[in-house]
Structure formats: structure tokens, C-alpha cells
């Protein structure tokens, strides 16, 4: 027998996905803290609330870097463009391993298995920005424009 979905189901699990990702754009991953009041807040189960986070690759419940680097390690960005190479690229120059995160809390080093961008290999995900077609000097770059961008913004935290 199917199993049947109602609307109100469809619309409350909508919810708590927002709920959830509102929560960890406060403080960059889901906090205990933060998985309580949403249960509180929605009158869901603390249970629901923690299976949907973890089942969703969307939300973290560990901290993370500033910037999370997510490199494809999939087939085409495997076979065409050299993911290997480009992760063992990032590892040296950010001086982590992947599943890492450099001492700063700047960033955070993931592989994934697909960004659905085969056909722009290799590519990488940071944040919720996706670049294609990369080359170590792309990467390079990259690195320098996420680390002016921490500065300026800790500079004008200072001021
Ligand atoms: S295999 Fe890398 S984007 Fe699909």
C-alpha cells in the first residue's frame, strides 16, 4: 500500500526545512540549542527535528568555516577535469585535509559526489556559489578574493 501524503504534511515539513535553514544562517550550523527552539517553536518532536537535519545534506550540526569549499570528486570531474589533483591542490594550500577546517575559521574543506554541473568540470561549490571549469589558477584566485573579502569585512568590524 502507497504511502499517503497530505497536504498539511507537504506544508509542515516545508516549515521546519525553513525553520531549520533560517537557524543555521544565524550561526553558520545547527546548534543543539538552535534544533530546541525550532521544536519548541513548530510543536514538532525534538526526534523529527534532529532526523530532518541530519538527513538533509543542506544543514550542518557542527561548525563549519566561513567559506565551505565543496570540490566534486564525481565521474566527469574525476575522469575530465582533474578533481584529484585539485583537492590534493587545496589540501596543501590551505594546509587541511578534506573534512577539515583551517585554524582561522575561514575555511572548510568537503568533497562531494556531484554539484550537477558535469559538463563545466571540475567543479566546486563555495557556500552557495557554484564555479566551473576550474584551474589551479582559478583556485588560487579564488582563495586570495575569499581572504581580501574576511579582511575588509574584520576591518570594518573594528572600526
Ligand atoms: S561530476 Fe562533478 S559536477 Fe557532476
Redesign the pocket.
Known sequence: MATEVRAGDRGNRGRLLTALYIAQEQEGYLTAEAMQRVAERLGVSEAEVYSTASFYTLFRTEPVGRYVIQV???????LV?G?ERLVDYLERKLGIKAGETTADGLFTLET????????????MRVNDELYEHLTTEKVDMLIDQFRERAERWAALNQS
Open positions: 566534486c570528486r564525481g565521474l566527469s570531474c574525476y577535469g578533481a562531494v559526489q556531484c554539484l550537477a554541473s558535469c559538463g563545466t568540470a571540475p567543479a
